[in-house]
């Protein structure tokens, strides 16, 4: 079961034929909303089929090979170690409309990528929550 704050609204959808993703919402009218009016937050969960498997660093290095080529810039990158002693790494980057947190870690042979923007206070908040319930 997943907690996450009173009022606000879960958006579950495909991405792709490599991952599966859920938003959660401070409010109903994001669900479509591209840029964030202020006040708000958006967090993503997504689930990715990748290869390799179980190969943060690779995965890493895609993913930071992506934000590049679209412009954007990392502006703080640090390694953590969730629950259960799983290795992630935890960025904030500047997209062209927003900063952006974004947690990466291997689970086997996926990959969870959460992504938030609007308060990034709360939005590393949560993300420094998340926790594996087994490996």
């Known amino acids: 079961a997943l907690d996450y704050p009173v009022g606000w609204t879960v958006n579950e959808m495909v991405v792709g034929p490599h991952g599966t993703q859920v938003q959660f919402l401070s409010s109903p009218e994001l669900v ?46 640090e390694p953590r170690v969730l ?23 291997a689970l086997g042979e996926q990959y969870l990528v ?10 590393k908040e949560i993300v420094g929550r998340v926790r594996p319930i087994s490996r």
């Open 32 to 77: 479509d909303a591209a840029t964030l009016p202020n006040g708000a937050t958006r967090v993503n969960a997504t689930i990715y089929q990748w290869d390799p498997k179980n190969d943060l660093p690779a995965f890493v290095g895609h993913q930071m090979s992506a934000w590049e080529a679209s412009g954007f810039s990392i502006l703080e990158q």
């Open 83 to 105: 629950e259960l002693g799983l290795p992630a790494v935890q960025f904030t980057v500047q997209a062209p409309e927003a900063q952006v947190v974004f947690l990466i870690a």
């Open 114 to 123: 959460l992504s938030g923007e609007g308060d990034l206070e709360l939005v």
